[in-house]
């Protein structure tokens, strides 16, 4: 087989700064070793989030000369409209800014304390949303799903079992909504089979409970379908996105992912009272319902970046580039979550420094490193982002997992990029005895891992 490349060439650069080691160690010092405190133009390969950092194409920047700001039935949002509807089928789309907006938008209107919101994995704004209303959002991932070395082909599915036992539990009436994460970003960018979709949508229709599908990362799981699920090789991306959200009643989605674009979202939903409900908080918050909270152009380029994010060249290319990441460093011995995901690489940090305790924080010691031998940026995904401390007693609690989160921007790096950050992680695997732990000198009540400050821990 031929090398698989970029299905793109480069018409515009963004050029990107080499730093010395010093001047990183300065850098380091200066954030309190909080990686999102230091400035973007101070990281050479930024792998912080693929949201919002897809580049966009010379189709996408040419619908955005053809944006119309209208503030009333632009035609950007009918472009914007029909694309959705070609893709996703359901009868009522709602544009917001962003996923989290579309998010708070459903929730309000459906759910309410004492209700359960069951999900694979929920993303941490989608808890954060139903929390918010005094409802409880349960995860129910298979078992595999919670195991980083586990492999499973479709290991964000959810567990059907799990989910009818909810159902007898709680009953029917305090389950407004039941959602299906895909791909499952919280649980490694783990796709979820159609089988499961089906499963999942007969229960919730045998009970009549809504499904919602969170769309982010739609096309990676359409993709992931076609190489892994029996009956679907020969099936279009685009056919198999249709089959897939024919069995819900809506979607959450934001377009900062598989809509190739960097900023916006949308609700969408095939049930008419609800979608009257909904217009009338957006037009409170995000705006009227041609444009809530996007301009026309950013209509227009999700227009476009939806169809293209089917593109059967560029996924190939996409699962191909973040699998070359995964099994680049896993070959060496790197603990990484397998198998690799679809936006993501997961390094599992705890198994990564086994001298570090959580409540050091391996995953923010390995994310420092990255950042101190080669100028990358990753996220923490464990005791930082999920440890809690108790307010009375200052007592930490870990997480139950410490992972370093390596998220590929869409289009955006070649494969010597990602050569490169193959070696930086050979190079702190290869010294990984002497890394030691850190421990936070400041920390918020919420969200503590956007605004903490770390020293490193002594003995
Ligand atoms: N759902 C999932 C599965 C997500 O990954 C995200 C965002 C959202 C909802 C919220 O969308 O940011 O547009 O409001 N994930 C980003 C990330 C932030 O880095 O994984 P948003």
Known sequence: MRTIIEPFKIKAVEPIRMTTRAERE?????????????????????LLTDSGTAAMSSEQWAAVMRGD????????????EQAVHEIFGFK??????????AERILFSVLCQPGHVVPNNTHFDTTRANIEFTGAEARDLVIAEGRIPSARHPFKGNMDVDQLRRLIDEVGRDRIPLCMLTVTNNSGGGQPVSMANVRAVSQV?????????????????????????????????????ARELFSYADGCTMSAKKDGLANIGGLLATNDGRLASKERNLLILTEGFPTYGGMAGRDLDA??????EALDEDYLVYRIRST????????????????????????????????QIPPLQLPGQALVVELYREAGIRAVEIGTVMFGRRNAQTGEESPAPMELVRLAIPRRV????????????????WERRADVRGYRFIEQAQLLRHFTARFEEARG
Do not use: M
């Not at 300065?26 to 954030?31: E, G």
């Not at 009522?92 to 907006?101: D, E, F, I, K, M």
């Open 26 to 46: 300065a850098k380091l010092r200066d954030a309190g070793f909080n990686v999102f405190l230091l400035r973007a133009e101070d990281v050479l390969i930024d």
């Open 69 to 80: 700001e209208s503030y009333a039935g632009s035609r950007s949002w009918y472009r914007f």
């Open 92 to 101: 009522h789309v709602l544009p917001t800014h962003q996923g989290r907006a």
């Open 204 to 240: 919730c229709r045998e009970h009549g409970i809504p499904l919602y599908i969170d769309a982010c990362r739609f096309a990676e799981n359409a993709y992931f379908i076609k190489l892994r699920e029996d009956g679907y090789a020969d099936r279009r991306p685009i056919d198999i």
């Open 302 to 307: 999700i227009a476009v970046g939806l169809h």
């Open 323 to 354: 699998t070359y990441l995964g099994e680049h460093v896993s070959r060496a011995g790197v603990p990484i979550v397998q198998p690799p995901g679809g936006h993501a690489i997961y390094l599992d940090a705890a198994a990564f420094f086994p």
């Open 413 to 428: 790096y070649t494969q010597s990029h990602i050569d490169y950050v193959v070696e930086a992680i050979l190079q702190v």
